[in-house]
C-alpha cells in the first residue's frame, strides 16, 4: 500500500540524493541506510518531496518521459526501495557509536598531500612502506620491554597514529570529491574503535573505493616505516614497542575476517555483497550442505581461528599483568 502518512512524506525530505560514477545511477541515504537506483526513483523522490502524490507523480512523470508509467509502478517503486530507507526496522549493526564529531567541509589540505592519493604513487609508496613494515617486523628482536609509564605513552602515541589513519579515509575521500561528515568513537563487537562514516563513497567506482579503504592501512605504513628508522637511529625501546603494535592494529585493520578496512576491499575485489552474512550463515550451518563459495568458507574457518587466536593472546596478556 502507498504510504501518505504525513510523518512518512515528511521523512523522503531527509533522503539525500547522490549522483554516482554510473550514468543515470544514484545514492540515496538517509541516517545509517543507502540503496541504489536509477533516474525514476530520483524524480519520484523529489517529488515525494514537494509532498506530489502518487497519482500525480504518475501523471507527471508519464508527461515528461513521454510514455505511460502507471500508479502501480510508482507503487512498487516507493514500496519494494524508498521504504527500505524509511520504515524497514533498522539492521543490528556492528558498530555502536559512543563519541561522533562532524566535519566541516571548510577543513583546508595543503595541495602536497593530495599528492600522496594520485593513483600510481599511492600503490607503490603502500607496496614499499608495507613491505619495509613486514621485513623489519620479522627480523628485529621484537621483545621490547618497557616500564608501565612508557607503555602508556606508547598507547597514547598510538591513538594518535590512529587518528592519522582516519585521515587517510578522509584526505583520499576529499581528493575523489566525496564528503565524510562524521569522525568518532566506537564499539566495533566488544573492541573499542575510531572510525569515519564513508557512506558516501558508494557514489564511486570500485577502484576509488578501494583506494580510500586503502588509504588508513597507506597511512599507518608509512607512520610505521617512520618509526622503524627512528628505532634505528635511536635505538630507543618505546620506538620499537610503538612500532610492533602499530604493525599489529595495520595487519587487523587489513584482514578481511572483521569489517574492518581489509574487509571492504576483499568485497569490492570479488563483487561480493553482504559478505559478512553470507559467511556467518556458513559458520551458522557449517555441518548442513550449502552452495557457499569455497573461498567464502576458507574465509569464514580461518575468521574462527583469528578470533580465537585474538582472545587466546589477550588472555595470556592479561594474565601477565594479573601475576
Known amino acids: 500500500m502507498p504510504l501518505y502518512n504525513t510523518e512518512i512524506l515528511d521523512m523522503y525530505s531527509e533522503i539525500q540524493i547522490i549522483p554516482t560514477d554510473e550514468e543515470n545511477k544514484y545514492l ?24 506530489i502524490s502518487n497519482k500525480n507523480i504518475s501523471i507527471i512523470l508519464s508527461e515528461k518521459y513521454n510514455t505511460t508509467i502507471e500508479i502501480e509502478t510508482i507503487n512498487n517503486l516507493i514500496d519494494l526501495q524508498l521504504n527500505k530507507l524509511l520504515i524497514n526496522p533498522k539492521k543490528k549493526r556492528s558498530l555502536r557509536k559512543i563519541l561522533k564529531v562532524k566535519l566541516s567541509s571548510e577543513i583546508y589540505y595543503p595541495n602536497f598531500i593530495f599528492e600522496l592519493f594520485k593513483i600510481d604513487f ?97 597511512f599507518q605504513s608509512i607512520i610505521g616505516f617512520i618509526l622503524l628508522i627512528i628505532f634505528s637511529v635511536s635505538d630507543l625501546k618505546i620506538f620499537g614497542y610503538l612500532f610492533n603494535i602499530n604493525f599489529a592494529v595495520l595487519i587487523l585493520n587489513l584482514n578481511p575476517f572483521f569489517q ?29 550442505k550449502n552452495n557457499t563459495p569455497t573461498f ?28
Open 122 to 218: 599511492f600503490y607503490i609508496l603502500l607496496c614499499l612502506t608495507f613491505v619495509a613494515n613486514v621485513i623489519f617486523y620479522f627480523t628485529i628482536s621484537k621483545k621490547c620491554d618497557l616500564t608501565l609509564k612508557e607503555q602508556m605513552l606508547a598507547y597514547i602515541l598510538l591513538f594518535v597514529i590512529l587518528i592519522f589513519h582516519e585521515f587517510g579515509h578522509i584526505i583520499s575521500a576529499k581528493y575523489h570529491n566525496t564528503k565524510v561528515k562524521e569522525i568518532g568513537i566506537g564499539i566495533y563487537r566488544i573492541v573499542p574503535v575510531l572510525y569515519v562514516n564513508l557512506d558516501e563513497i558508494w557514489k564511486l567506482d570500485k577502484t576509488k573505493r578501494i583506494l580510500i579503504n586503502l588509504s588508513g592501512i597507506y
Open 260 to 288: 574492518f578496512d581489509g574487509y571492504w576491499v576483499l568485497t569490492d575485489l570479488i563483487k561480493a555483497k553482504n559478505l559478512n552474512q553470507v559467511s556467518n550463515t556458513f559458520l551458522k550451518n557449517i555441518f548442513k
Open 28 to 51: 540515496f541515504i538517509k541516517d545509517n541506510n543507502l540503496i541504489y537506483g536509477g533516474f525514476i526513483v530520483k524524480d519520484i523522490v523529489e517529488l515525494l518531496k514537494d509532498h
Open 296 to 323: 567464502i568458507k576458507i574465509c569464514s574457518i580461518l575468521k574462527v581461528i583469528l578470533i580465537i587466536y585474538i582472545a587466546y593472546h589477550l588472555f595470556k596478556q592479561i594474565l601477565t599483568y594479573v601475576s
